[in-house]
């Protein structure tokens, strides 16, 4: 199956394919926070049924901790933990806040940039780290899973030269 980029890319959740995926060796670039619950899950599968998995993870980061299902490779961010805390406690708490209709629409925009913009700060970082790079290509990946809500996971396999897939939404 072909991505919109002409990539090849694998269907993670179609059951009877899952197992003849990937070979070997599978690089993941996940989204923090509750994103990380769904997607761990399938990378838990996958490690059991013997794929070998690294999780690409910022050094400051809220769930994605060490596993005995998978390596973490972990690289530098340009914030603290406090930071990322004060940005999950604001869009937490603007999540549930009283809106009228007419501003209903900016403040969710302004409230889904406090947490994006984090994104974007790691997706800059890790294509800016020269070290992190070098053992992604010298680690030679068979395929890249990452979460679809943020195009970082895609550039990196494209940078890398893999095929990439995606967790389809339930």
């Avoid at 899952?18 to 996940?30: G, Q, T, W, Y």
């Avoid at 509750?34 to 059991?48: F, G, P």
């Avoid at 604001?90 to 809106?99: G, Y």
Wanted: net charge negative.
């Amino acid at each position: 199956m072909l991505n919109r980029w002409g990539k090849r890319e694998h269907p993670f959740l179609v059951p009877d394919l899952r197992e003849k995926a990937f070979s070997d060796k599978l690089l993941v670039v996940p989204l923090d926070g509750s994103h990380w619950l769904s997607m761990k899950h399938i990378v838990e599968v996958l490690s059991v049924r013997g794929h070998e998995i690294v999780v690409l993870v910022p050094e400051v980061n809220l769930l994605l901790r060490e596993s005995k299902y998978y390596t973490r490779e972990i690289y530098p961010v340009p914030y603290f933990q406090e930071e990322l805390k004060n940005r999950f406690s604001s869009f937490e708490n603007s999540l549930f806040a009283e809106r009228s209709f007419l501003t209903a629409a900016q403040k969710e925009y302004r409230n889904s940039m406090i947490v994006l913009e984090l994104s974007f700060i790691n997706c800059q970082s890790l294509l800016k780290d020269r070290a992190t790079l070098n053992f992604l290509k010298e680690s030679k990946f068979d395929a890249l899973f990452t979460d679809p809500a943020l195009p970082c996971g895609v550039i990196l396999a494209e940078y890398l030269g893999l095929p990439s897939a995606t967790e389809e939404p339930h």
